[in-house]
């Protein structure tokens, strides 16, 4: 049987750790975190990309697209908490778009989406376009 007083601890150390994710990130990066629903990767994708980041945390995105449309979009990531926000966040802000409608988007627009990260974690987003910007250019050479 679980001792009472060791429940009890784990309770306030899990309420510890969400007040202190709650004064580091906004509700948007903690919400992606906790639920990604675009994490994965597809078994055929019509283009892939992989980088690993100054961090050391590996991305990668596989994409399926029909007609110049990105039907559907998953995300895999060795990363922090922040770097699945990115990813997942990065999935959403792309899916159903067309690739030409979606080929500038920038770190920034993420950060901006994600409504901010901590200068700390700021690289995270930068791993996420830099991935989606790999899996473009395979896109782009299965194209030609």
């Not at 449309?69 to 997942?88: Q, R, S």
């Not at 999935?91 to 080929?103: D, F, S, T």
Request: hydrophobic content about 35%; glycine content about 6%.
């Amino acid at each position: 049987m679980v001792d009472d007083d060791f429940v009890k601890m784990v309770k306030q150390l899990q309420k510890k750790i969400e007040n202190d994710e709650e004064r580091t990130y906004s509700k948007e990066v903690i919400r992606e975190y906790r639920n990604p629903t675009h994490f994965g990767i597809f078994n055929h994708p019509d283009a892939v990309g992989q980088v690993t980041g100054v961090c050391k945390d590996t991305m990668k995105i596989t994409l399926k697209v029909k007609h110049g449309i990105i039907n559907d979009a998953l995300f895999w990531t060795d990363g922090c908490g922040a770097t699945i926000a990115c990813g997942n966040m990065l999935m959403k802000m792309i899916k159903g778009k067309a690739i030409e409608e979606i080929r500038h988007i920038s770190k920034d627009d993420l950060i901006k989406t994600l409504n901010g990260l901590p200068k700390e974690h700021l690289h995270c987003a930068k791993l996420a376009i830099d991935t989606f910007y790999s899996t473009l250019k395979h896109l782009d050479k299965k194209d030609k």
